[in-house]
Nanobody, 125 residues
Framework: QVQLVESGGGLVQAGGSLRLSCAAS????????MAWFRQAPGKEREFVAA????????SYSDSAKGRFTFSRDNAKNTGLLQMNSLKPEDTAVYYC??????????????????WGQGTQVTVSS
């Protein structure tokens, strides 16, 4: 049973940066697609970024493109989400997820089996 733990969230002013980390334990993340989602109060969970298991192909939401960078280190069982030029609308709980997904389903929460507990990101204006 793979367990995921996110860290790195916090309070930051608009225009600032944060780096979120996702650490997997209890099994190897290799072979799984890894993704970040976020959920703001009263809203549905929203796709942020994903990396496919084998090709390393990355996918970003339109809101994340150009500002966020997602990387993963399979040897260390970790994923890092570097978030720059943060905006108040980025405020949400950010979740890391693992799943055996195909390209067409990277952005769907239903494609992911394992989830972390989330880390809060708050961007003040």
């Amino acid at each position: 049973q793979v367990q995921l733990v996110e860290s790195g969230g916090g309070l930051v002013q608009a225009g600032g940066s944060l780096r979120l980390s996702c650490a997997a334990s209890g099994g190897s993340a290799r072979g799984y697609g890894m993704a970040w989602f976020r959920q703001a109060p009263g809203k549905e969970r929203e796709f942020v970024a994903a990396i496919k298991a084998n090709s390393g192909t990355k996918s970003y939401s339109d809101s994340a493109k150009g500002r966020f960078t997602f990387s993963r280190d399979n040897a260390k069982n970790t994923g890092l989400l570097q978030m720059n030029s943060l905006k108040p609308e980025d405020t949400a709980v950010y979740y890391c997820a693992l799943g055996r997904v195909i390209s067409s389903s990277l952005a769907s929460p239903n494609s992911y089996t394992y989830w972390g507990q989330g880390t809060q990101v708050t961007v003040s204006s």
